[in-house]
């Protein structure tokens, strides 16, 4: 197995934001609405917002009242998560001083609050940023975010006259891309994650540090020995990429296989993807090995006819 790298520079990656939105009914549904048939509806808008058009508002004869949404999961994001900032846009019907509203995620099953900001008569944008998950006070993970419902909070007060209204929310995830490993055609750049007995499987890991590294392949994932053929000590390509590949073999069990990329000589992991290897049936294989004799008797055929 040869396979082709060069040692580059690295320019490692930079922090990147990813914005999700409100994609269903959360755990509380305390605002009333307008616009729509459902609370999440009336605030989930991409671009800019809808004001009255859709929005939900303060609930009469509450003091205070809260919506928490589902939230669309992450499609792009990876790596290490660095903050999670809920953006939400309010205004009041009226001259009340003390309508407010708040920015609420709900994770781990626990409410958390961000800080309360006056209402005004026209439109404004709010946010509050969390940096840690306040329930585990360490970095987000990626399934947290999967989890996570957010929402706002409006605050009346004791009057009944006015009301504070919600046009538009969302939350943006901030990242810093972490390394990936995924599997390809032999292009290096077709994502495929499905392969047959006798096919090669390229593996192509991104956003690492510059050096080498180790790609190990295993079978029956994510727990079995490694198995031979995997690639040691591979270098960068010019292109930042780290290419590897495995050929299967006729006899390699079917099933769930997986690859992962190790700092070079040690068993310090950086990533790790898994693929599926489906058998190619003795008749399938017995009718390849039958093609060249079948073609040469064709040939042959053909020449005594001339």
């Given at each position: 197995?040869?396979l082709?790298?060069?040692?580059?520079p690295?320019?490692?990656?930079?922090?990147?934001t990813?914005?999700?939105?409100?994609?269903?009914?959360g755990?509380?549904?305390?605002?009333?609405?307008?616009?729509?048939?459902?609370?999440w509806?009336?605030?989930?808008?991409?671009?800019?917002h809808d004001?009255?058009?859709?929005?939900v508002?303060?609930h009469?004869?509450?003091?205070s009242?809260?919506?928490?949404y589902?939230?669309?999961?992450?499609?792009?994001g990876?790596?290490?998560?660095?903050?999670?900032?809920?953006?939400y846009?309010?205004s009041?019907?009226?001259?009340t001083?003390?309508?407010?509203?708040?920015?609420?995620?709900r994770?781990?099953s626990?409410?958390?609050?961000g800080?309360?900001?006056?209402?005004t008569?026209?439109?404004?944008?709010?946010?509050?940023?969390?940096?840690?998950n306040?329930?585990?006070?360490?970095?987000?993970?990626?399934?947290?975010?999967d989890?996570?419902?957010?929402?706002v909070e409006l605050?009346?007060g004791?009057?009944?006259d006015?009301?504070?209204r919600?046009t538009?929310?969302?939350?943006?995830?901030?990242y810093?891309?972490?390394?990936?490993?995924?599997t390809?055609d032999?292009?290096?750049?077709?994502p495929?994650?499905?392969y047959?007995t006798?096919?090669t499987?390229y593996?192509k890991?991104?956003?690492?540090?510059?050096?080498?590294?180790?790609?190990?392949y295993?079978s029956?994932w994510?727990d079995?020995?490694?198995l031979e053929?995997?690639e040691l000590?591979?270098?960068?390509?010019?292109?930042?990429?780290?290419?590897?590949?495995?050929?299967?073999q006729g006899?390699d069990p079917a099933?769930?296989?997986?690859?992962r990329?190790?700092?070079?000589?040690?068993?310090?992991?950086?990533?790790?993807?898994s693929?599926?290897?489906?058998?190619?049936?003795?008749?399938a294989?017995?009718?390849?090995?039958l093609l060249?004799?079948?073609f040469a008797i064709?040939?042959?055929?053909?020449?005594?006819?001339?």
């Amino acid at each position: 197995m040869i396979l082709w790298s060069f040692l580059a520079p690295k320019i490692l990656a930079s922090p990147d934001t990813e914005t999700l939105r409100p994609s269903g009914t959360g755990s509380f549904t305390q605002l009333d609405r307008v616009g729509d048939d459902a609370n999440w509806k009336c605030v989930d808008e991409a671009g800019a917002h809808d004001g009255l058009t859709t929005y939900v508002y303060s609930h009469s004869g509450l003091s205070s009242s809260m919506d928490t949404y589902a939230t669309e999961d992450r499609t792009t994001g990876t790596g290490t998560i660095n903050s999670v900032t809920v953006h939400y846009v309010i205004s009041k019907t009226g001259d009340t001083p003390t309508l407010a509203g708040a920015a609420l995620i709900r994770t781990h099953s626990t409410v958390y609050w961000g800080t309360f900001y006056d209402a005004t008569l026209s439109w404004v944008e709010h946010t509050h940023t969390w940096t840690d998950n306040p329930f585990t006070s360490s970095a987000w993970t990626w399934q947290e975010v999967d989890d996570l419902e957010i929402g706002v909070e409006l605050d009346i007060g004791t009057q009944e006259d006015d009301d504070v209204r919600c046009t538009q929310v969302w939350v943006v995830v901030d990242y810093t891309p972490g390394p990936e490993v995924g599997t390809y055609d032999s292009d290096y750049s077709t994502p495929k994650d499905t392969y047959s007995t006798g096919e090669t499987v390229y593996a192509k890991a991104i956003s690492l540090a510059s050096g080498n590294y180790d790609f190990k392949y295993y079978s029956g994932w994510p727990d079995t020995p490694l198995l031979e053929g995997s690639e040691l000590d591979v270098a960068e390509s010019p292109s930042g990429e780290w290419r590897s590949s495995y050929a299967l073999q006729g006899d390699d069990p079917a099933g769930t296989w997986g690859v992962r990329v190790y700092d070079a000589g040690t068993s310090t992991e950086r990533c790790s993807c898994s693929f599926t290897v489906q058998a190619v049936s003795e008749f399938a294989h017995g009718a390849m090995a039958l093609l060249p004799a079948c073609f040469a008797i064709f040939l042959a055929k053909i020449k005594r006819q001339g």
